[in-house]
């Protein structure tokens, strides 16, 4: 008898702990908004109206709900999105009933997906932005689901190369896309480095100047010296580990600007994103990153280069000659 009683008890609480969270006033009257819309068949407004239940609790159920509304209507590339995280959230059945449900909701999944097309996106490096007919990709997914027929597939690159292909899809096919960038010509590299290159030694003429004289034993380290390599190493450091946080800030800035192309336009008109704000931050942080990394080898050499400078052997030779330099010091 205490067994059953116990049995009893603790079922009665599990089953308040599972119980779904009782829906909040504003909830309740949209959905008794969007079932009214239902029954005169007005589905589009039924479907913002579910959207914005959506915004507000999360809920599986209305992200059922909206791929079976876009279905009606036919964006079946919409209801394949939703239908498709439907699917992955539903619980394994345990009634007839949720049997019944779970069947449903699995052949309206497998109705959308013969008449959508899948692009499975195959980035190369490099590549920091993916559009499709215009509109961003959301970060981290790979399959998109279009309707039939022929699209436009953006790449954008981190130093804001632009690649475009067209990729024709039917009904129910998967396609893999892969996506490259072109890259920078070798005579830009060429013409970085032609500055760099050092002059033709000239022939000596009667007035040539006279070679260093030999280097005399280095007395102790110049107080000058020390301290403008210190100010250099620590200025350097400083500047570099500033760089490096601003291209932390442009690099949110750029993923920012890409979620904002990713949910297009709210008003509901099709319109081509301008995606220059996220391909400029995207640049900006590279660049930032760069001259930081420099900022930080320049400097952490300069102070070793002083360390060294002040730790020499007070009898060190240095000679300089047209060639190079020269060091000779004795342990």
């Known amino acids: 008898m205490g067994t059953a009683l116990f049995l009893v008890l ?25 079932e009214a819309a239902v029954a005169r068949l007005d589905i589009a407004r039924a479907r913002e109206l579910w959207a914005e239940v959506y915004e507000i609790e999360r809920s599986n159920v209305a992200m059922c709900t909206m791929g079976q509304l876009d279905a009606r209507m036919g964006h079946w590339a919409e209801a394949m999105v939703e239908l498709s995280q439907c699917v992955d959230q539903m619980p394994a059945p345990r009634t007839k009933q949720e049997r019944s449900l779970y069947e449903r ?10 008449r959508v097309g ?3 996106l195959v980035p190369a490096p490099g590549v920091v932005g993916m559009l499709v007919n215009g509109r961003g990709v959301k970060h981290g997914s790979s399959r ?5 027929g022929q699209h436009e597939v953006t790449a954008v690159g981190e130093d804001g190369q632009v690649a475009r292909t067209s990729v024709k899809v039917e009904a129910g ?25 050092a002059p033709a030694p000239k022939a000596p003429g009667p007035t040539a100047t006279k070679e260093p004289p030999q280097g005399a034993a280095r007395p102790g380290p110049d107080l000058r010296m020390v301290v403008t390599g210190t ?10 580990a500033v760089c490096l946080q601003s291209a932390q800030g442009y690099k949110q800035e750029a993923t920012a600007a890409w979620d904002r192309a990713y949910r297009g336009p709210t008003d509901g008109t099709a319109s081509q994103p301008d995606y220059k704000e996220f391909v400029d931050a995207a640049a900006t942080a590279k660049l930032m990153r760069v001259l930081g990394t420099s900022a930080l080898v320049v400097g ?3 102070g070793v280069g002083t360390l060294v400078y002040v730790w020499l052997p007070s009898d060190t030779q240095i000679r300089v000659a047209t060639h190079g330099a020269e060091i000779r010091f004795r342990w």
Not at 10 to 34: G, N, Y
Not at 107 to 114: E, G, M, P, S, V
């Open 105 to 114: 909701r699995h052949a309206d999944l497998a109705r959308a997906r013969l």
């Open 118 to 120: 899948e692009m499975v």
């Open 300 to 302: 952490a050499t300069a």
């Open 144 to 148: 998109v689901y279009v309707p039939p």
């Open 231 to 240: 100010m250099a190493s620590v200025g350097l450091l400083v500047t570099g």
């Open 173 to 197: 096919e998967s396609k893999p896309v892969p996506l490259t960038l072109d890259k920078p010509a070798p005579v830009d590299r060429a013409q970085a480095q032609t500055p760099q290159r």
């Open 10 to 34: 603790f079922t009665s609480a599990t089953a308040r702990a599972v119980a779904p969270p009782e829906r909040s006033r504003p909830v309740k009257e949209l959905i008794r908004e969007a």
